[in-house]
């Protein structure tokens, strides 16, 4: 864990024309964005807190360029395409993304922003620069993380400088949260990357709580009700309608409260689960438990006495979050530094 004397930044942030100002924690997205739809739920969460000081976004996996791509476009539709100060595309592997076709080259040449094709080094610049500032910096890691195990293996003094939260495995739970432990997607389709990464995760959100995340009823109409006023959700909901057409995938399209429709309600929601953990989203809702995890040749996740320490959701405690996220989501407090 880092030892500093950390300087808190604040935001300025108007609420029914009324100034706040608010701590912000600086934030580097590592995504695969352009496959499951949860990604870009958790970025909407992240763009949608005052709270947030998103500083890079990593398209990370196969299609990097692609989910790029994806992630232009999403950006452009939600009227965000100019606060994301730098998109950065991760180790280029051969691969179709499910939006293959949503969005294109075209997307991504719309971007006014710093576009990087070093993914380790831009990750790596920002730990340099939270250190030289003083302030914390938390790496999301919704991915199977090629780029952010390359940026450990170049410099691996900036792992114990900064907070590493993770989407990922399955420790006593899998599908839905219910079902037997899995080899989860994220930790299995890169296993050198994991065995970089993982050592170094502070917090982790497996499938045993990732797996139970829907949102429905009430507040998915809240959802559909607040899109007119809110250009994050509506272009959410957009990409949301788009992926249904696309998904071949049970497991996403089926969760705990029942099959996604884009009327009723929503997939299921992994990194959304996760975005939520990190420290400026209310608490309370996991329970949380200190594990040792140790990783597996066959991709599983074990709670393990020889394994690596960190903070792991193992359940549901209440069923607020879903509310919560709403109302986050909805939200139209306005930063204005």
Not at 37 to 51: K, R, Y
Not at 58 to 76: C, E, H, M, P, W
Not at 159 to 182: D, Y
Not at 231 to 249: D, F, G, H, Q
Request: glycine residues 6%; contains cysteine.
């Amino acid at each position: 864990m880092p030892r500093f004397a950390a300087t808190v930044l604040f935001s300025t942030v108007t609420v029914f024309g009324a100034a706040h100002q608010i701590p912000t924690l600086r934030v580097v997205l590592d995504t695969d964005l352009g496959d499951d739809i949860d990604d870009t739920w958790a970025l909407s969460a992240l763009l949608q807190s005052p709270a947030v000081d998103l500083r890079l976004i990593v398209t990370d996996s196969y299609g990097s360029q692609s989910r790029a791509n994806a992630l232009a476009k999403f950006l452009r539709l939600a009227g965000r395409l100019a606060e994301v100060p730098q998109i950065a595309i991760g180790p280029e592997r051969k691969g179709a993304t499910i939006m293959d076709g949503w969005a294109n080259a075209s997307d991504l040449d719309q971007f006014p922003g710093q576009l990087r094709f070093d993914a380790a080094e831009a990750i790596i610049e920002e730990v340099e620069a939270s250190v030289k500032d003083q302030v914390p910096l938390q790496l999301l890691v919704l991915s199977p993380s090629a780029a952010v195990a390359a940026a450990i293996r170049k410099a691996p003094w900036i792992a114990q400088r900064l907070q590493i939260s993770a989407m990922g495995g399955s420790l006593w739970h899998g599908t839905n949260g219910t079902g037997p432990p899995e080899a989860e997607w994220n930790v299995l389709a890169d296993m050198p990357s994991s065995r970089v990464v993982y050592p170094h995760v502070t917090t982790l959100c497996p499938l045993d709580v990732a797996g139970a995340a829907q949102i429905d009823g009430v507040q998915y109409q809240q959802l559909l009700h607040c899109q007119e006023r809110v250009p994050v959700v509506k272009a959410l909901l957009e990409m949301y309608s788009a992926w249904l057409l696309r998904c071949p995938w049970s497991e996403p399209r089926h969760g705990p409260k029942g099959p996604a429709d884009a009327e009723l309600r929503s997939s299921v929601l992994y990194d959304l689960a996760a975005a939520t953990m990190l420290p400026v989203f209310p608490g309370g809702f996991m329970k949380l438990q200190e594990v040792h995890v140790a990783l597996e040749d066959d991709g599983f996740t074990v709670p393990s006495s020889s394994g690596w320490p960190m903070t792991a959701g193992i359940s549901w405690r209440s069923p607020g979050w879903e509310t919560s996220v709403v109302q986050l989501l909805c939200s139209t407090a306005e930063v204005i530094v």
